[in-house]
């Protein structure tokens, strides 16, 4: 049975930093692509950054290119995201998310815009920016 497990959440002031890990247990292969999305105040859950598991590809939605990376430890079984210059509308609900849909193996972006393509949720971590 896959379990998504996140941790790291807080309150931090504007241009700050935290790092989200999400524990992973149950896959019996790599073949899957692993993320997360976020949904903040009053708005839809979007994608925010994901990673191929296979090869190690990573993905950003564009406002937090270059100030979020992703990165995944296979041995540890954990992903983390690493978010820096973080800003009032970064705040939200986190979730890891995963899927191993045969759509995603060529098209992993994919994973940022289909909430509903994926197989797999944590049950989130909150994230407050504010001063």
């Known amino acids: 049975q896959v379990q998504l497990v996140e941790s790291g959440g807080g309150a931090v002031q504007p241009g700050g930093s935290l790092i989200l890990s999400c524990a992973v247990s149950?896959?019996?292969?790599?073949?899957?692509?692993i993320g997360w999305f976020r949904q903040g105040p009053g708005k839809e859950r979007e994608g925010v950054s994901c990673?191929?598991?296979?090869?190690?590809?990573?993905y950003f939605e564009d406002s937090v290119l270059g100030r979020f990376t992703i990165s995944r430890d296979n041995d540890k079984n954990t992903v983390f995201l690493q978010m820096n210059s973080l800003k009032p509308e970064d705040t939200g609900v986190y979730y890891c998310?995963?899927?191993?849909?045969?759509?995603?193996?060529?098209?992993?972006?994919?994973?940022?815009?289909?909430?509903?393509?994926?197989?797999?949720w944590g049950k989130g971590t909150l994230v407050t920016i504010s001063s």
């Open positions: 990673v191929t598991v296979e090869d190690g590809s990573t």
């Open positions: 149950g896959f019996t292969s790599e073949n899957y692509v």
């Open positions: 998310a995963a899927t191993r849909g045969p759509e995603y193996r060529d098209f992993p972006q994919l994973f940022l815009t289909t909430p509903d393509g994926m197989d797999y």
